[in-house]
């Protein structure tokens, strides 16, 4: 059901921030919620943060380029520093399609030291499956017929990143029970009186 693409010590690190990344429509937002709520994690909806702009774009059926995510990619670091500020664990979504975006997260905005506290979770199925799930969601901005550029950007993580891959055919509870386990992830690495950020209605 699942395959580790590499796996960094966890003892490289006393919290971990997880990256749930993948094309819109993998379950992203599903995931991550489950996973926040078995271990009393803080989340945060990525499509939260982007800026009005990129949201009319992707409803006026226009894909984002490079230009366009840069700010968004920005705010997803702030989020992600202001855990490392808070010594505290936490699970954030972005689609982090393209190898040097993860990078990019991975490294911080300066540079030194980078951000070791970060683990990417790439959500993998095939366009046939999620162009499925695609047509039966509802309420949110990105329209399906925007999944073909989306899988024409994505370059699925390599050995060398801080990633696991994990299919998204089985059930939501069995894939967040899968994460959990590979990563051997806790409820004692999150501040417990941080609540879970909730995703909006019809992300998935």
Excluded at 80 to 99: E, F, N, P, Y
Excluded at 106 to 119: F, K, S, V, Y
Excluded at 121 to 135: H, P, W
Aim: hydrophobic letters at 40%; proline letters at 8%.
């Amino acid at each position: 059901m699942s395959e580790v693409v590499s796996q960094t010590p966890r003892d490289s690190a006393p919290h971990i921030v997880l990256v749930v990344m993948g094309v819109s429509g993998c379950g992203k937002s599903t995931i991550a919620a489950r996973i926040a709520a078995a271990l009393h994690w803080p989340m945060v909806e990525g499509d939260d943060l982007h800026p009005a702009a990129n949201i009319a774009k992707m409803k006026h059926h226009q894909p984002l380029n490079d230009a366009d995510r840069r700010p968004w990619l920005a705010a997803i670091g702030r989020q992600v520093d202001q855990w490392r500020a808070q010594h505290s664990s936490g699970i954030i979504t972005c689609s982090a399609l393209k190898r040097r975006y993860r990078d990019g997260l991975a490294r911080g905005e300066d540079g030194a030291g980078g951000r070791p506290e970060l683990r990417f979770v790439f959500l993998k199925g095939s366009k046939e499956l999620i162009r499925e799930r695609l047509a039966r969601r509802a309420g949110h901005f990105m329209p399906p017929d925007l999944l073909d550029s989306q899988f024409a950007d994505l370059e699925e993580p390599s050995g060398d990143e801080p990633a696991i891959t994990i299919d998204i055919a089985a059930t939501p509870e069995t894939i967040a029970a899968a994460i959990i386990a590979q990563l051997r992830l806790t409820p004692q690495d999150a501040t417990p009186a941080t609540p879970p950020k909730r995703g909006g209605a019809g992300r998935h």
